[in-house]
T-cell receptor
């Protein structure tokens, strides 16, 4: 069974540009959540989608957005990139809408803003 | 956010048991206790989770205090591959499927 796939693995963008990251969850998983990891702030929750609906959003500015498609694949978009957006972006998928289940994380996309 | 408290770092000798503590005094009755670990340059990896009873799997054991205000992750024989940051997380029923990570415990395994 294939794991969670995130593309691209590495990305370099210029300040002011926008970027789209992709996450393909494990087949059959309907919940996808996104996290930002930086040395200073650690792992922070961005947003979560279940069956194409955003259920929860973390404390990030509106420049961060996402969506989920009918096949459960998810994308997140960051517009008007800032240097502080440099981070490892992780997505996680879960099979069900319940707390009694494990989540599976991808390897992440390393975004560097210059 | 559901708050957990863990020591910043711990050390263990290889092939010895490791007990990683976690305090979660604000836990509510329906909160699940999850443990994940993150190896360098990788995404977090599921270790174990439980609600009230102690749990065992191939990776570890989870001991949950009777009042549920604390728990301990037990690695029975630490190996060098167990060196990672271990996160103890409470997942609350009414907050969706996301995790709120704390700072975790960085485990060093000494050969």
């Amino acid at each position: 069974k294939a794991g969670v796939t995130q593309t691209p693995r590495y990305l370099i963008k210029t300040r002011g540009q926008q970027v789209t990251l992709s996450c393909s969850p494990i087949s059959g998983h309907r919940s996808v959540s996104w996290y930002q990891q930086t040395p200073g702030q650690g792992l922070q929750f961005l947003f979560e989608y279940f069956s194409e609906t955003q259920r929860n959003k973390g404390n990030f500015p509106g420049r961060f957005s996402g969506r989920q498609f009918s096949n459960s694949r998810s994308e997140m978009n960051v517009s008007t990139l800032e240097l502080g957006d440099s981070a490892l972006y992780l997505c996680a998928s879960s099979p069900r809408n319940t707390m009694n289940t494990e989540a599976f994380f991808g390897q992440g996309t390393r975004l560097t803003v210059v | 956010d559901a708050k957990t408290t863990q020591p910043n770092s711990m050390e263990s000798n290889e092939e010895e048991p490791v007990h990683l503590p976690c305090n979660h005094s604000t836990i509510s009755g329906t909160d699940y206790i999850h443990w994940y670990r993150q190896l360098p340059s990788q995404g977090p990896e599921y270790v174990i989770h439980g609600l009230t009873s102690n749990v065992n799997n191939r990776m570890a054991s989870l001991a949950i205090a009777e009042d549920r205000k604390s728990s301990t992750l037990i690695l029975h024989r630490a190996t060098l591959r167990d060196a990672a940051v271990y996160y103890c997380i409470l997942r609350r029923t009414n907050t969706g499927n996301q995790f709120y990570f704390g700072t975790g415990t960085s485990l060093t395994v000494i050969p």
